[in-house]
């Protein structure tokens, strides 16, 4: 096959898993075992955590380099388009945001340990940080737009003249 079109859809495959595992499992944390496991000696909330970080850590990483593959597979055709770039950009800023609230939660150093104390509350802006991202990357990928002649007009534009 061809690595034109291959490396494209492998780079997104590995962009959607990452937000399927990653969100999908940080969803049934905040829902689910954060309950059930109040009260449980920090022993066990440890070895939870240890083991997510497994997946957490190489998660970013992925997240990371597939977005920019992907970002920079997408630029030609949003030339001129202000608008998608304003909207990469803060999807961009926040997926860091959630970034690091992500591997601070994982995490074991004493200068975090604040926000690990109250891991449901962050866990849960964490969250409400990737719907966002989520929400913009949907809009982004399947919002109406032409490019012509190098400068962005959009469609709504084009249909009403």
């Known amino acids: 096959m061809d690595t034109e079109f291959v490396l494209p859809v492998v780079s997104r495959w590995a962009h959607i898993g990452c937000a399927i595992v990653l969100i ?4 049934f944390i ?4 954060q309950p059930l496991l109040k009260d449980e000696n920090s022993d066990l909330h440890d070895r939870i955590r240890n083991r997510w ?3 957490v850590h190489p998660g ?9 593959y992907n970002y920079v597979q997408a630029l030609p055709s949003h030339k001129g388009d202000s608008l ?5 950009g803060t ?7 959630v970034f690091v609230l992500a591997c601070i939660l994982v995490g074991s150093k004493p200068g975090t340990q604040k926000i690990r104390d109250n891991a449901r509350q962050w866990l849960g802006i964490t969250l409400f940080l990737a719907v966002v991202i989520v929400g913009i990357s949907g809009f982004v990928k399947i919002r109406p737009y032409t490019v012509s002649e190098g400068s962005f007009q959009a469609e709504t534009e084009i249909l009403s003249d």
């Open 60 to 68: 970013v990483l992925i997240f990371l380099i597939s977005g920019i």
């Open 53 to 55: 970080k497994k997946f």
């Open 24 to 27: 999908g499992g940080s969803t």
């Open 30 to 33: 905040w829902l689910v075992l």
């Open 84 to 88: 998608y770039h304003a909207l990469v």
């Open 91 to 97: 999807k961009f800023l926040l997926a860091l945001a």
